[in-house]
């Protein structure tokens, strides 16, 4: 059943709308990951969830209730940011305890849930501590803790980790996923990291302008971005795109220079269609001269330690292959690049929405092999 339920949500900032038509239902206990760029409307979303903002149209539901008129403290939601907000003259045992005490729960209580609590995002050794004694990721752990401890049916975390370093981020990622392992309380997660986002998800949100893109499972949007928007947005280093028109009697896509890419299946669009062809740099493999899917020259080779981003240019655009072998490259060299014909994604040039290919099964039966 659906944990939070928002149907149809549009925000209106004076005459700005900037949020609208967005729908989407999270599962109890479910992790879900708000994922987009700055300013595409995160926080908001979040914030209207929590009741900080009020919603200009349409309807949120928290545990089957309407909750569009309930003040945020009636929702049941604990909210964490990224500043922690921790009051600094109280201790660290004062600050998770702080919620049950202006709740009034009696002192032994309040004691008990706040050792237990403290126990379990690890801060048993700092309850005497003030936040100022504390490491950045101590901290958040505190905010975490001051969370927990209310025991609320969401957690909503507007981009929490960010004010920490790159090792202590992967550290405390972690942590959130373990501790919502352990007591599955239905998580929404704000952040514009899209490795972040793909590594604590169950399901993504993928957010552009103040509208939902795509919603799915991490392998789901990698593997079936449903427009050129998130094929670009997910997967790192980006996806290459080509412009295209489809040739039925060439079973490919014909590129601007007279270049054929193959498909694996043609869609189901007329020919001549103008296309964009997608593909990862990791589904790319650089050939000898004149043996390539296209001819591409060398930009530059960068240096990853397990491998080599060769950053390349077709006509003028540029495009990116990931190879593990060192190639014996230089600036200005001329080489092939082959492309894995079963993973090309093919999207709309006029929609910029996926394109889902077909091909005809044994039984002569039309079978979807690439669902948009
Ligand atoms: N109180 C406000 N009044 C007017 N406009 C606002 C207000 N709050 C947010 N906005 C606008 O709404 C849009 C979405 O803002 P929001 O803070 O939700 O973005 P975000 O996705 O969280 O971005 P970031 O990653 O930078 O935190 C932005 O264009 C912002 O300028
Ligand atoms: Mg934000």
Not at 21 to 36: N, Q, R, T, Y
Not at 145 to 150: H, K, L, P, S, T
Not at 242 to 255: D, E, H, I, Y
Not at 307 to 322: S, Y
């Amino acid at each position: 059943m659906a944990e939070i339920l928002i149907r149809d949500v549009a925000k209106t900032f004076g005459k700005t709308t900037i949020m609208q038509g967005v729908s989407l239902s999270i599962l109890k206990g479910e992790f879900v990951v708000i994922l987009g760029p700055s300013g595409c409307g995160k926080s908001t979303l979040l914030r209207l969830i929590a009741g900080l903002e009020e919603i200009s149209s349409g309807e949120i539901s928290i545990a089957g209730r309407v909750v569009n008129q309930l003040e945020p403290r009636e929702r049941g939601c604990a909210m964490v940011f990224q500043n922690y907000a921790l009051y600094p003259h109280m201790t660290v045992a004062e600050n998770i305890g702080y919620a049950l005490k202006v709740a009034g729960t009696p002192k032994a209580e309040r004691n008990a849930r706040v050792a237990a609590t403290a126990k379990s995002v690890g801060l048993s050794d700092f309850l005497d501590r003030k936040p100022g004694q504390l490491s950045g990721g101590q901290r958040q752990r505190v905010a975490m803790a001051r969370a927990i401890i209310r025991e609320p049916k969401v957690f909503l975390f507007d981009e929490p980790l960010s004010n920490l370093d790159a090792k202590l981020r992967v550290q405390m990622r972690h942590e959130i996923r373990r501790i919502h392992n352990r007591i599955k309380a239905t998580s929404v997660f704000v952040t514009h990291d899209q490795h972040e986002g793909m590594t604590l998800a169950d399901r993504l949100v993928v957010m552009n302008k103040g509208t939902i893109e795509q919603v799915g499972t991490p392998q789901e949007i990698y593997d079936h971005p449903a427009s050129l928007y998130v094929a670009g947005f997910i997967g790192s280093p980006a996806m290459n795109f080509l412009p295209g028109q489809l040739s039925a009697a060439r079973r490919g896509v014909l590129l601007e220079n007279g270049s054929l890419v193959p498909l694996a299946q043609m869609p189901d669009l007329a020919d001549g269609h103008m296309v964009q062809i997608g593909v990862r740099p990791e589904h790319t493999t650089l050939a000898a001269r004149g043996s390539g899917t296209i001819e591409v020259r060398v930009d530059m080779i960068e240096e990853l330690g397990s491998g080599r981003l060769c950053n390349l240019l077709f006509e003028d655009i540029p495009l990116c292959a990931l190879t593990e072998a060192r190639p014996e490259l230089a600036a200005g060299d001329a080489v092939g690049l082959l492309f894995d014909p079963g993973q090309i994604h093919l999207f709309d040039s006029a929609t910029e929405k996926r394109v889902a290919t077909r091909r005809v099964t044994a039984s002569g039966r039309q079978m979807q092999a690439n669902p948009a």
